[in-house]
Every structure is written in C-alpha cells, then in structure tokens.
C-alpha cells in the first residue's frame, strides 16, 4: 500500500471505516438506553430470586412445556385420524412413559444388583488404585491435623447435632420427585390437549396486527426449531447409546444394555453429562478388569463414541437449526446446575435456544440475540 493511500485512510473518519467493513446488506444492532438496561438488571436479579425459590414448582412447568413441543407432532398426527385432541394426547402420554417405564423396569435389575455389589468392590477399588493410595493418606492425615486444631478444649461436656435423618431425607427426596412428576404429568396432558389454545387468546387480546404476525411467527418458530433440535438431540443420543452397548458387549463389560443406557441418559447434559460418564465408566471399568489398563478401555471407548458423535455428526445436523455461544451454553449449564441442579443443567440449553429466538424477534433484545449467536 502506498504513503498517499495510508495518509487517505487515516484521515477518513472512524464511521466511514467501520461501515466499509461491514456488509452492506448487515443491521447494525440496536443497544437500549442505559436506564433501561439497568431497570433490566434489576428485573432480571428479581426473577432468578424467584424461580430459585419457586423451583418445586417451575421446574416440572418448564419440563412440561418442552416435552409439549416434543410430543406436539405426535398428537397432530393422531389428529389427523381423527383422534379427540384429548385422547390423542392421552395415547402419546401412555406410550411415552409407558415405555419409559418399562425400559426402567427392565434395567432396575442390574442397577440394582451393581449398587449392592458397590461396598463389596471397595478394596477392590483399593487395590486397583494403590498408586493414589500414598497422597490419599498424605491429604488423611493433613485433615485430621485441621480437625485437632478447630477442636475446642475439653471439659467434659460434648455437643451433639443431629440432622434429620437419612431416612427422612430419602423420603422428603422421593416425595418430592413423585410430586414433580405428578405436576409435569398433568400439564402436559392439558397442554397437549389444548394445542394452539393459548396462542389464539394471545392473538385475540393483542392490539395491533403488526403484533398478532410477530407472536405468530415467534410461537411457530420456536415450536418447529425446538421440536426439531429435541428430536435430533433424541435420535443422536439413542445412537449413542446402541453403540456404547455394542462398545461395552465387545470389551466383555457385564450388563451392556444398562451402559447403553446411561450414556443415552447422560448425552442430554452437554458437557458435564459425558465427563460424569467418562468418570463413571472408569470405575465400572476397575471394578470389572484386573488390571489398570484394561480399566482404561471402557472410558476410551465411551469418549472415543462422544467424541464422533459430539464433534462431528451432531453439530452438523443441529447447526442447520440454530448456533449458540459456546461459552454461554457452558456459563449456562453451569449456572442452571446451580439454580435447580440435574433438571437444570437439562433445560439449560433448551431455554437458552428458546431466549434467542425471543431476542431476535423483539426490537430492543436485537442486540441480546445478536450476543447469545454463535
């Protein structure tokens, strides 16, 4: 480049060079006022507070709504031949947790027959992992010496605290569970049932035709990439679940099946679910093999399938859909793991997806939407 160009173009103005670096068919995105963004803030801050507090009720709301637009299809065609929209969301129903169940059914044998087996398999364990057995010890007693130090003088008096029980806490845990169920069973029924009930109220009470199009066009698109991308994220999952049970049969592993079905449960969760399931996978490994590195082939085998599976064959079938930030789905697993811990970390990138959608149809959140893209 010449002296005359560069002189031209550090005397051009700073718009001017921004703008002819940008295409000339892209919108510049629109940032809100700052009063706006901060009220925002505090809106925001509000809301967590109160769906951190409400959880035993939002989270089987939100579950419901998500299994709505993963069944809604299923419902339309049962419609289609002329299906009563309740019986044909009862059908759906009964066959998906029907055959939920008989699955778990079938599996409840093995998994219960492992975890009877796991203080058995204890010195096993020890035995396999004696190379860790010198700093565990090390870390023993460095623990023991900080709990001599925060011990208070004797005098003879001793004070005991007593929680509220194991038993109490399996059962308040299972209540809970049960309770939960119950409610996303529930709506989802009358969800179903009631198909495109609450978006033709929400037309009718909307002012202006411009509005009653953009609700139009953002139910429907949210219903068709969810749908779709919970459809793929399901098909993908079973896949990955056939072929660590057929990784797990080759390798000799005891209970293929019950495998298969862990990683297919453990592929929902982005992330934390296959490195929970490399984890796991290792220990199934130690507890089965007599050597260390024939332990290491389970949890080879399981990443090795993740590894097609996550970086090759999923994003190219779920890229055609929708692209997220990657460190925000990553800020966001972790931060719903927080808030409401399992079910969160599951519905995390769903509402994230379902957030961007809504950013990019409303004016102001152009710029949030435009954030949150990949």
């Given at each position: 480049?010449?002296?005359?160009?560069?002189?031209?173009?550090?005397?051009?103005?700073?718009?001017?060079?921004?703008?002819?670096?940008?295409?000339?068919?892209?919108?510049?995105?629109?940032?809100?006022?700052?009063?706006?963004?901060?009220?925002?803030?505090?809106?925001?801050?509000?809301?967590?507070?109160?769906?951190?507090?409400?959880?035993?009720?939002?989270?089987?709301?939100?579950?419901?709504?998500?299994?709505?637009?993963?069944?809604?299809?299923?419902?339309?065609?049962?419609?289609?031949?002329?299906?009563?929209?309740?019986?044909?969301?009862?059908?759906?129903?009964?066959?998906?947790?029907?055959?939920?169940?008989?699955?778990?059914?079938?599996?409840?044998?093995?998994?219960?027959?492992?975890?009877?087996?796991?203080?058995?398999?204890?010195?096993?364990?020890?035995?396999q992992l004696r190379v860790l057995?010198?700093?565990?010890?090390?870390?023993?007693?460095?623990?023991?010496?900080?709990?001599?130090?925060?011990?208070?003088?004797?005098?003879?008096?001793?004070?005991?605290?007593?929680?509220?029980?194991?038993?109490?806490?399996?059962?308040?845990?299972?209540?809970?569970?049960?309770?939960?169920?119950?409610?996303?069973?529930?709506?989802?029924?009358?969800?179903?049932?009631?198909?495109?009930?609450?978006?033709?109220?929400?037309?009718?009470?909307?002012?202006?035709?411009?509005?009653?199009?953009?609700?139009?066009?953002?139910?429907?698109?949210?219903?068709?990439?969810?749908?779709?991308?919970?459809?793929?994220?399901?098909?993908?999952?079973?896949?990955?679940?056939?072929?660590?049970?057929?990784?797990?049969?080759?390798?000799?592993?005891?209970?293929?099946?019950?495998?298969?079905?862990?990683?297919?449960?453990?592929?929902?969760?982005?992330?934390?679910?296959?490195?929970?399931?490399?984890?796991?996978?290792?220990?199934?490994?130690?507890?089965?093999?007599?050597?260390?590195?024939?332990?290491?082939?389970?949890?080879?085998?399981?990443?090795?399938?993740?590894?097609?599976?996550?970086?090759?064959?999923?994003?190219?079938?779920?890229?055609?859909?929708?692209?997220?930030?990657?460190?925000?789905?990553?800020?966001?697993?972790?931060?719903?793991?927080?808030?409401?811990?399992?079910?969160?970390?599951?519905?995390?990138?769903?509402?994230?997806?379902?957030?961007?959608?809504?950013?990019?149809?409303?004016?102001?959140?152009?710029a949030v939407g435009h954030f949150?893209?990949?």
């Amino acid at each position: 480049m010449s002296d005359e160009t560069l002189l031209e173009a550090r005397s051009r103005p700073a718009e001017e060079i921004v703008a002819a670096a940008e295409p000339a068919d892209a919108e510049t995105p629109t940032f809100p006022p700052m009063r706006s963004v901060m009220l925002t803030g505090i809106f925001v801050l509000l809301l967590f507070y109160s769906l951190y507090f409400a959880a035993e009720i939002i989270v089987p709301l939100c579950f419901a709504v998500l299994l709505k637009l993963l069944l809604q299809p299923a419902v339309r065609v049962l419609q289609r031949l002329r299906f009563p929209s309740s019986v044909a969301a009862l059908v759906v129903i009964i066959v998906l947790f029907g055959g939920l169940g008989m699955v778990g059914y079938a599996l409840s044998g093995p998994a219960t027959a492992w975890i009877e087996r796991a203080p058995e398999s204890l010195p096993r364990l020890e035995q396999q992992l004696r190379v860790l057995q010198r700093p565990v010890q090390q870390l023993m007693r460095a623990t023991q010496r900080v709990e001599k130090l925060a011990e208070a003088p004797s005098d003879g008096a001793t004070v005991t605290v007593k929680g509220p029980g194991l038993m109490n806490y399996l059962f308040t845990g299972t209540r809970s569970v049960l309770a939960g169920f119950g409610i996303t069973v529930l709506m989802l029924f009358f969800l179903l049932a009631s198909g495109d009930l609450f978006m033709r109220k929400l037309v009718e009470i909307l002012p202006s035709f411009r509005d009653k199009k953009q609700a139009v066009t953002m139910s429907h698109e949210i219903e068709h990439n969810i749908s779709a991308y919970l459809v793929t994220i399901s098909i993908m999952n079973l896949l990955v679940g056939i072929a660590t049970t057929m990784a797990m049969a080759a390798l000799g592993l005891p209970d293929p099946m019950l495998w298969g079905a862990v990683a297919f449960v453990l592929n929902y969760v982005l992330i934390l679910g296959p490195l929970t399931g490399v984890a796991l996978f290792f220990i199934v490994g130690l507890l089965t093999f007599d050597t260390l590195w024939m332990s290491l082939l389970p949890p080879a085998a399981y990443l090795a399938i993740h590894i097609v599976e996550g970086e090759v064959v999923t994003p190219m079938l779920v890229a055609r859909r929708f692209t997220l930030n990657p460190v925000l789905v990553i800020g966001s697993l972790i931060f719903w793991d927080w808030m409401w811990g399992i079910p969160g970390a599951l519905l995390a990138v769903p509402m994230l997806a379902v957030f961007k959608i809504v950013c990019d149809r409303t004016r102001p959140l152009t710029a949030v939407g435009h954030f949150i893209g990949g």
